[in-house]
């Protein structure tokens, strides 16, 4: 009569295991850990966890599958499983709590003694996994200061066998060579990471992903044509491809700002880069995408609200992206301030930035490591400074550093920027007239209408002159229109003028002005 009653019982379980082992098949792994919580077998729940791999499954399908497998698990599954705690971790990381994800790893690190013993045998499973991350972390946080060579050294000798780590470990190198300007590496790495996933049957997540590095790339080259056809496929992409942590439309919206801004310097161009910042979240910070946003954000903030609105933009913006904890940003943004301040004739406050931006450019000069923006905002910063007092002689070499970085590395936006500091250095129309020349194939103009009223005589002589070829004149009269559209008029703004034109920088409305300032 018991074994007549257990019967029922026994087939359940059965059932509940074969479904459990089919949904694993199928890397539906929410529902196998359902069948197999309800199967009432503990052996088949244990064995199901010891096999998850936390990154392979991040790379299949997204955070969001982590965070909807953790939430099925009870808290003594995690504290049973190293491999699932860091798990928790990656997803912690990726919704953009960097300093909880940190204090988990190491909390996993104290409990498994540096990563060398696991419960279940997968020791070498746990070293591989724990590098990945902290190679991730890294990558984020430092950019491209990171250190990465250890890093890939222990992946290498733990993952021999397994091609998704090094897709994992080639993922990070393209925003390591996207940071710091190196485009053909970062290319190489891009085209690599496509063909492991590819191999490997990858769902179209994995490739999707990748999108947003060549959108990036396209965006550091200067190639905003096809930058501009990047967006556009991006933005068609079908939503159904796309994960919640993968942020392609937010990328695409940025790109598209930044075009818009380079192409016509409009001031809406800086409303939709602040829009799709935060879209894009603070769980896919790196430097990269933020510098591209906060160009355009800051210069509108200073033409809109002058020194009050750009020192209220940098202030807010430095202190979220310390707040997540991503340095390269923050070293970006006091590179970028620093200019702004020495083009409105604030010397004094910007002479201690100044020293410090000389401080760290004689680091990189040493061989340390930083991000091309951040060297690029630096030099630019730099040589402003020496025009405002004085010294075209010191400007000059720096401009000159410029071109040549640029062409070295491709990037356009670097070069005509360096020919444009160049000539006015110079006081050259020759030399601006080859700025122009060189910007003309993108129509680039917001490198040039940057430094306002400075070029305007050098410009307009440049478009008067026979000499200068065809297209730098014709490109001259489109960044003429660019000067006059965008001629700032905050010199003439009083304190309380710019303390109500300055919120505008962030979107608020005349109403909210008025209740904020107790206007009636």
């Known amino acids: 009569?018991?074994?007549?009653?257990?019967?029922?019982?026994?087939?359940?379980?059965?059932?509940?295991?074969?479904?459990?082992?089919?949904?694993?098949?199928?890397?539906?792994?929410?529902?196998?850990?359902?069948?197999?919580?309800?199967?009432?077998?503990?052996?088949?729940?244990?064995?199901?966890?010891?096999?998850?791999r936390p990154l392979h499954v991040f790379l299949a399908h997204g955070v969001g599958e982590l965070r909807a497998i953790l939430r099925e698990l009870a808290p003594d599954h995690l504290a049973a499983h190293p491999r699932l705690r860091?798990?928790?971790?990656?997803?912690?990381?990726?919704?953009?709590?960097?300093?909880?994800?940190?204090?988990?790893?190491?909390?996993?690190?104290?409990?498994?003694?540096?990563?060398?013993?696991?419960?279940?045998?997968?020791?070498?499973q746990l070293q591989s996994e724990a590098t990945a991350f902290e190679l991730l972390a890294s990558a984020y946080v430092d950019g491209a200061?990171?250190?990465a060579e250890g890093h890939l050294a222990?992946?290498?000798?733990?993952?021999?066998?397994?091609?998704?780590?090094?897709?994992?470990?080639?993922?990070?190198?393209?925003?390591?060579?996207e940071e710091a300007g190196d485009l053909t590496a970062s290319r190489e790495a891009i085209a690599r990471t496509r063909a492991i996933y590819t191999t490997n049957g990858m769902v179209r997540?994995?490739?999707?992903?990748?999108?947003?590095?060549?959108?990036?790339?396209?965006?550091?080259?200067?190639?905003?044509?096809?930058?501009?056809d990047l967006a556009a496929g991006m933005r068609r992409v079908r939503l159904a491809d796309l994960s919640s942590d993968v942020p392609v439309i937010a990328m695409s919206r940025i790109a598209i700002a930044s075009i818009d801004y380079e192409r016509r310097y409009v001031e809406s161009a800086a409303d939709a880069a602040r829009q799709g910042l935060d879209q894009f979240g603070e769980a896919e910070t790196w430097g990269e995408p933020y510098a591209i946003a906060h160009t355009v954000i800051a210069d509108v903030a200073w033409r809109r609200g002058g020194v009050i609105g750009l020192r209220r933009f940098i202030d807010e913006a430095r202190q979220r992206v310390r707040r997540i904890g991503v340095r390269s940003a923050d070293n970006?943004?006091?590179?970028?301030?620093?200019?702004?301040?020495?083009?409105?004739?604030e010397l004094a406050e910007a002479a201690p930035q100044i020293a410090r931006l000389e401080a760290r450019r004689a680091a990189w000069a040493a061989g340390a490591r930083s991000a091309w923006r951040e060297r690029d905002a630096t030099a630019l910063s730099l040589a402003l400074w020496h025009l405002?007092?004085?010294?075209?002689?010191?400007?000059?070499?720096?401009?000159?550093?410029?071109?040549?970085?640029?062409?070295?590395?491709?990037?356009?936006?670097?070069?005509?920027?360096?020919?444009?500091?160049?000539?006015?250095?110079?006081?050259?129309?020759?030399?601006m007239a080859a700025a122009l020349e060189a910007a003309q194939p993108e129509a680039m103009v917001a490198v040039f209408a940057e430094e306002g009223d400075a070029i305007l005589d050098l410009v307009r002589a440049a478009a008067a002159d026979e000499a200068a070829g065809p297209l730098a004149r014709r490109h001259a009269d489109a960044v003429l229109r660019a000067l006059t559209l965008g001629r700032r008029q905050v010199n003439a703004l009083n304190e309380r003028e710019a303390q109500i034109v300055a919120p505008l920088a962030h979107g608020a409305s005349n109403k909210l002005i008025a209740r904020r300032l107790r206007l009636t």
């Open 1 to 52: 009569a018991r074994s007549r009653a257990d019967a029922p019982a026994a087939r359940t379980r059965d059932r509940r295991l074969r479904a459990m082992a089919w949904f694993e098949r199928r890397q539906r792994y929410v529902d196998a850990i359902q069948h197999a919580q309800a199967s009432g077998d503990p052996a088949a729940l244990t064995r199901l966890l010891a096999d998850l």
């Open 86 to 124: 860091l798990m928790a971790a990656l997803a912690h990381f990726k919704s953009g709590y960097f300093g909880e994800a940190g204090a988990m790893l190491e909390e996993v690190r104290a409990l498994t003694a540096g990563f060398a013993r696991e419960p279940f045998g997968a020791v070498r």
């Open 145 to 147: 200061a990171t250190e």
């Open 154 to 177: 222990a992946l290498a000798a733990t993952s021999q066998d397994d091609p998704l780590m090094w897709a994992w470990a080639q993922n990070i190198m393209i925003v390591l060579h």
């Open 205 to 228: 997540f994995a490739d999707v992903s990748l999108l947003n590095h060549d959108l990036l790339l396209a965006l550091a080259h200067g190639q905003l044509r096809l930058a501009t």
């Open 332 to 345: 970006f943004l006091a590179a970028l301030g620093a200019g702004y301040l020495v083009r409105a004739g």
């Open 388 to 431: 405002a007092s004085r010294r075209p002689d010191e400007a000059a070499p720096i401009a000159q550093a410029l071109i040549d970085e640029g062409l070295a590395g491709g990037r356009l936006r670097t070069e005509v920027k360096g020919r444009v500091l160049l000539a006015l250095a110079l006081q050259d129309p020759a030399a």
